[in-house]
């Protein structure tokens, strides 16, 4: 059994410590898989319109960010996070790390709209 020492358990749980990045590339895995599978066709059958015009910018962002923890080991790139659109605080080279005002600002800002796919 591995014994934690105080200073590493709050490290840990520090802001920018390694279980916040760690719950941070979790959840964006996660909210992104539910995206796809649950709620965008969701909003498409309640629409009656393909799953390809369904658009979020948030859901964008997410996907970046995404992109960026799977694919570039949870670092900024222009490609991936460079094209968020209403989370634009990265720089190329960051962390990819949300905070509490990182969710929230999601939350306010969170719209779905219905589009044609030459839309996106």
């Known amino acids: 059994m591995r014994l ?6 709050e490290g840990a749980a520090a802001t920018d410590g390694w279980l916040q990045e760690w719950l ?3 959840w964006l895995a996660l909210m992104f898989a539910r995206w796809e599978a649950h709620y965008r066709p ?5 629409n009656g319109v393909d799953q390809k015009e369904v658009h979020s910018d948030v859901i964008g962002d ?7 923890v799977i694919h570039h080991r949870g670092i900024a790139t222009a490609k991936n ?7 634009t605080k990265f720089s190329v080279g960051d962390k990819v790390l949300l905070r509490p005002e990182d969710v929230r600002l999601m939350r306010d800002a969170m719209q ?6 030459t839309d996106a």
């Open 4 to 9: 934690w020492r105080k200073s590493q358990i």
């Open 24 to 26: 941070t590339h979790a």
């Open 42 to 46: 969701a909003f498409a059958d309640a």
């Open 62 to 68: 997410i996907r970046n960010l995404r992109n960026g």
């Open 81 to 87: 996070t460079g094209r968020c659109k209403v989370l």
């Open 112 to 117: 779905v709209r219905i589009a044609p796919e």
